[in-house]
C-alpha cells in the first residue's frame, strides 16, 4: 500500500508515518474544537483546509478526506 497522499510506503492503510500522524493530530484538535464550538467534522476539515495557517501536512489530510467523502 501506498500513502494515498504522497505515494510514500503507507504504515498502515491509507497513510504513510508522516500524515498518519497529521492525521492523528487533527482528531486530536477535532475533540477541542468540537467542544469549544460545536463544529462538526466536515466544518471541522473545511476550517483546517481554508486556513494558511494550517501546517501543509494538516491541509494535505483535510482536503483528501473532505475529497473522500464527496
Ligand atoms: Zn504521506
Known amino acids: 500500500m501506498k500513502c494515498i497522499i504522497c505515494g510514500r510506503e503507507a504504515e498502515n492503510k491509507d497513510y ?7 492525521c492523528e493530530n487533527l482528531k486530536e484538535k477535532y475533540e477541542h474544537w468540537k467542544k469549544a464550538l460545536g463544529l462538526s467534522w466536515r466544518d471541522y ?4 483546509a481554508e486556513n494558511p495557517f494550517s501546517g501543509v501536512k494538516a ?5 483528501t478526506i473532505l475529497n473522500e467523502d464527496k
Open 45 to 48: 476539515l473545511i476550517q483546517v
Open 16 to 22: 504513510c508515518l508522516l500524515h498518519k500522524k497529521a
Open 59 to 63: 491541509r494535505q489530510v483535510a482536503e
